[in-house]
């Protein structure tokens, strides 16, 4: 398997970025020195989603911090449909400390890692590394000293700008797909950024055009003192970006916000040969507690199969040229993805047998406040407003105050579709045919899940179910 430059953490991730005050608490005025104004570019205006809150725990309790929103977004869709509300998604296990990891310089590990940690004890959680590292690389790109120093060892390169501008140019040019059968699917799979500037700040033209030239992003001025015009822009950007799965990603700030930098990744695609199920026919499925419930099972012909110490698994592919992998550990009951060594199962894949494959339907949306985990998978500094070093940017002091990631699944036997979205604020395969040995994964208790780009080893979703509704 070729050499991982970062992994693939489908969906938004907005960097809301914070500037250090004035003594009187103001923000810095352009007035005051500023320079490099940000190019303006008319935005579709967008009235976010209504939304209802609960409170949740606040990941940072910074002074001068954005007031980060991870409350739960329910749209009025939703309620129509009878939708699952969102999983909130503890940073920590149990809301207790988290034990810190120790960085190595492969990505994939480190995500696998991030992902065991806020999935613990929840039922159904999703997570997209490539939302995450897509907009820690925008952050990465404006960042000095040991701030740059951190996120470079996190992501797994020096250079993740220009691996993120030859992904995008693959994701654009290879992975969206009409189909000339199923007019009712899209087959695509965008990635987008944007950055969205405080307009009484000064900022950096040369990092502004970094993201332009590097990532795609679309930048825009903003007048965050008119907040529920702000909001609306905002958030409206992300509905139309990830097609109103994830409608909204913000819904408060503080009076210090300088900026906000999203990424945004949407994921839909037709099944290649679409799954086959039997309302009538329903299975057992076994919970991690060792109780079942009966439910329907899809069934189809995995295109291959993987197998090593820890799992087995099976891959099925969508038109437009990803694939879905589901992982059967071979113990039962709960379970670790690391535990299942990701890297040798991919290794292993065959296309040596018939596989016969089988699971359930999927849809759930998932909440995570990912602050203190990301403090303790090496990235504290980030989050110091002293020494937070995000000079490239601006000439005013910027450091992450909280971090955010939503995301959302609808997987049935027809096709899939996924978004998240992930917000940092800072205060931001002729001759006779030979009968093959069968093999069979039936994903009937809890099991993993991916949605993976073999052609450039990059995991764009990654799941785990052990309660599936």
């Known amino acids: 398997m070729k050499k991982r430059i970062i992994s693939a953490l489908a969906a938004t991730l907005a960097l809301a970025l914070t500037v250090g005050c004035s003594e009187n608490g103001g923000l810095y005025s352009a007035a005051n020195g500023g320079q490099g104004s940000v190019n303006s570019t008319d935005s ?100 000095g000293g040991g701030s740059k120093a951190a996120l470079d060892t996190y992501l797994g390169t020096d250079n993740y700008s220009d691996f993120a501008d030859g992904y ?85 700030y503080s009076d210090n916000i300088a900026a906000v930098l999203i990424n945004t990744i949407y994921f839909e695609s037709a099944w290649r040969e679409q799954w086959f199920v039997n309302e009538d026919n329903k299975q057992t499925f076994t919970l ?53 060594d990701i890297p040798s199962l991919l290794e292993s894949e065959s296309y040596e047998y018939d596989v016969n494959a089988a699971m359930p339907r999927l849809e759930f949306e998932t909440e995570i406040p990912l602050t203190e985990t990301l403090k303790a998978f090496g990235l504290s500094e980030l989050f110091d407003p002293e020494n937070a070093d995000f000079s490239g940017i601006s000439e005013v002091q910027l450091f992450v105050s909280d971090v955010l990631q939503k995301t959302k699944l609808e997987l049935d036997e027809n096709g899939t579709k996924a978004a998240a979205v992930t917000m940092i604020v800072t205060d931001c395969a002729a001759a006779m045919p030979v009968e093959r040995e069968k093999k069979e ?29």
């Not at 009484?200 to 030239?213: A, G």
């Not at 080893?457 to 599936?468: A, S, W």
């Open 44 to 143: 579709t205006s967008s009235t976010s989603s209504a939304t209802s809150s609960e409170s949740t725990s606040s990941s940072s309790s910074m002074e001068s911090a954005v007031q980060s929103s991870s409350d739960k977004t329910e749209s009025s869709s939703q309620e129509e449909s009878g939708a699952p509300e969102p999983v909130e998604v503890s940073s920590s296990a149990n809301g207790g400390e988290i034990t810190p990891v120790e960085l190595t310089a492969d990505n994939m590990l480190t995500s696998v890692r991030l992902f065991d940690v806020i999935s613990q004890g929840k039922d159904n959680s999703m997570f997209s590394p490539l939302s995450l590292n897509m907009a820690l690389g925008l952050l990465a790109e404006g960042a």
């Open 168 to 252: 995008m140019q693959i994701v654009e040019s290879q992975y969206n797909y009409v189909s000339e059968y199923d007019k009712d699917w899209k087959n695509v799979f965008e990635l987008a950024n944007s950055f969205w500037a405080n307009n009484s700040l000064p900022f950096n033209e040369d990092y502004k055009n970094r993201l332009t030239e590097k990532f795609k992003a679309e930048v825009r001025n903003i007048d965050f003192g008119n907040k529920e015009k702000a909001l609306g822009e905002i958030n409206g950007w992300v509905s139309e970006k990830t097609h109103k799965m994830i409608p909204t990603i913000i819904n408060d």
């Open 288 to 340: 991690s507690d060792g109780t079942s419930k009966e439910i329907p099972l899809m069934h189809n012909g995995g295109d291959s199969y993987f197998e090593n110490d820890k799992a087995t698994a099976f891959s099925c592919r969508y038109i437009n040229g990803l694939e879905f992998i589901g992982i059967l550990p071979k113990q039962t009951g709960d379970f670790t993805i690391e535990s299942l």
């Open 441 to 469: 994964v039936t994903l009937d208790r809890p099991f993993a899940f991916m949605i993976y780009d073999s052609a450039e080893d990059q995991i764009v979703f990654l799941g785990k179910v052990t309660n599936p509704q």
